[in-house]
Nanobody, 126 residues
């Protein structure tokens, strides 16, 4: 069983930065591909970023490419999302997710993930 807990959300002005963290309780963290998704009010959940089990491969949504960086520290069972140059349209609840088991490469579809965190709110003011 894998439990995920996000932290680091908050209120920031446009152009600012935030760093989200997602801590896992599972002992098999290093075997899972991880992802970040977000959901704004009235909108569907959308893919933000993904990282492979080793951290060697990453994928990003076009809307965040060049501004967000996903990384992981397997020794700390934690995945991060560094968000720079934030825009009001980045406002959403951000969720981290883990695949069911060992996965090669990155996973960009929500259906590819089995475990989800409770989410953390990110609000960007203009």
């Amino acid at each position: 069983q894998v439990q995920l807990v996000e932290s680091g959300g908050g209120l920031v002005q446009a152009g600012g930065s935030l760093r989200l963290s997602c801590a896992s309780s599972g002992r098999t963290f290093s075997r899972h591909a991880m992802g970040w998704f977000r959901q704004a009010p009235g909108k569907e959940r959308e893919f933000v970023a993904a990282i492979s089990w080793s951290g060697d491969s990453t994928d990003y949504a076009g809307s965040v490419k060049g501004r967000f960086t996903c990384s992981r520290d397997n020794a700390k069972n934690t995945v991060y999302l560094q968000m720079n140059s934030l825009k009001p349209e980045d406002t959403a609840v951000y969720y981290c997710a883990a695949t069911l088991g060992f996965t090669i490469g990155t996973v960009t579809a929500a259906s590819g993930y089995h475990y989800w965190g409770q989410g953390t709110q990110v609000t960007v003011s203009s």
